[in-house]
């Protein structure tokens, strides 16, 4: 069968060059999936169908994005043909639907040392350089095989400015290391790929050790000891339950809420579209009924409320806020200093009930320590990075304030029998 398709010149003299460079020595010992295909394979050759699907070929054939699968039995047969034609280095099987290597393929070491004694490392180049650009510059002196551009150590986004040239044989490789080279204005500086490969594993050394710190930094940077987690026991008897008011909205008022921060925070809900005044005037209702039902409870010995906490708290230092909804059994207290938390935790400790007395609770306190404390203050940080994009209010809670969804997403329509109990997953000091 006589494939319909038809290539010019140019189009043959690239499948021919890209597809014996798959196979050359020059790119085997480093392409591990075609490496790996031809050594699976029985007899060492490659479906040419895969090879027409790699990304240079099909830019090629123009054959757009397509898999292997797609590959039309046309194409494949006019591909087939003009390697078997024109190429040297490669062979084509008799159904005309696989290609491969007409020698042995050497072995990995083998292979790269050979590779890396007839290549030279050139610089500098500009970041955006082309490949064929590299090619035809040195394809003036000597033949080449090859021509990679490495990424920058610190950026791969972006081109390191220095071209590793494989030439034909070592003996061009190391005549050209002896020119003076000129590209676009800029005198080249030539050396062996082995010098270039000194370099470049200290400078990702260094890299290495930079992100290191970075990271390291990044992991220990938040503070130390402010958190003190608690449990509300009942102080009459075992049970544990605390009394969970009927109909109570969600608390979320920051024990630091002021006359000035409500000026503030009022300025700051104001938005231009009617749907926006619509929603914020539903929101106020609701923060009127919110502190209504607190107001409800102040005087009932079985409802802790966060006022109650900061009562208790404040005694051992100041309380920057006060984790906690009104009705659950645990949450946490956030001290601006960690002089006050552990004065809270001394106390605790030292009472006949275990705990700091709170209406008809005794809280139980524990320290958040290591990996509890670091994912609390990664898990508050992500939520004020979250309110930040949304570039508006939070349903977290009021004053977009943090530290309520610790431990779980939370919403107001969800059941308190549904939330995790946050005091279990502190870690014990």
């Known amino acids: 069968m006589v494939s319909t398709t038809q290539f010019d010149e140019e189009t043959v003299k690239k499948i021919i060059r890209q597809v014996e460079f798959y196979f050359s020595d020059s790119n085997l010992p480093r392409d591990n999936f075609l490496r790996t295909t031809i050594t699976e ?14 990304s240079r070929m099909r830019g090629h054939l123009g054959l757009g994005d397509i898999k292997s699968e797609d590959v039309s039995d046309d194409t494949v047969e006019a591909v087939a043909q003009t390697l078997k034609t024109n190429s040297t280095t490669l062979k084509i099987s008799d159904d005309g639907k696989k290609v491969g290597r007409t020698t042995e393929l050497l072995k990995p070491e083998e292979a790269i040392e050979q590779l890396d004694s007839r290549t030279v490392a050139a610089s500098p180049f500009e970041y955006d350089i082309k490949l064929e650009d590299v090619e035809s510059f040195f394809g003036q002196s000597a033949k080449v095989n090859s021509v990679r551009l490495p990424r920058h150590v610190a950026d791969k986004r972006v081109l390191c400015g220095t071209a590793l040239v494989e030439f034909a044989s070592e003996e061009e490789a190391t005549h050209i290391l002896t020119q003076s080279l000129v590209f676009r204005g800029a005198e080249l500086e030539l050396k062996p790929k082995k010098e270039f490969d000194e370099q470049r594993a200290k400078e990702e050394e260094v ?57 503030k925070n009022t300025e700051a809900k104001k938005v231009s579209s009617s749907e ?54 645990s949450g946490y207290i956030r001290f601006e200093d960690a002089e006050g938390a552990r004065k809270a935790r001394t106390a605790a400790v030292l009472t006949e009930e275990g705990g700091l007395v709170v209406k008809n609770f005794v809280a139980v306190l524990d320290p958040v320590t290591g990996e509890a404390e670091k994912e609390y203050w990664n898990m508050l940080r992500s939520q004020e990075k979250s309110r930040g994009n949304k570039g508006n209010w939070s349903r977290g809670g009021k004053n977009n304030r943090g530290g309520r969804q610790f431990n779980g997403k939370h919403n107001r329509n969800s059941k308190d029998g549904n939330r995790p109990n946050k005091f279990q997953k502190v870690a014990a000091a």
């Open 41 to 54: 394979s029985e007899d060492g050759m490659v479906s040419l169908a895969l090879i027409c699907s790699f």
């Open 207 to 263: 890299e290495n050790s930079r992100r290191d710190r970075k990271n390291a930094s990044q992991e220990e940077d938040y503070p130390k000891g402010l958190l003190v987690a608690f449990k509300l026991k009942s102080a009459s008897s075992e049970d544990d339950a605390v009394k969970k008011p009927e109909s109570v909205a969600e608390e979320s008022v920051d024990v630091k809420a002021s006359a000035e921060n409500d000026e």
């Open 276 to 329: 926006n005044e619509e929603e914020d005037d539903k929101n106020e209702k609701k923060t009127e009924i919110k502190k209504m039902s607190a107001d409800m409870y102040k005087d009932d010995k079985d409802v802790v409320l966060r006022e109650d906490l900061k009562s208790v708290f404040q005694k051992f230092g100041t309380v920057k806020y006060i984790d906690f909804k009104m009705g659950e059994e």
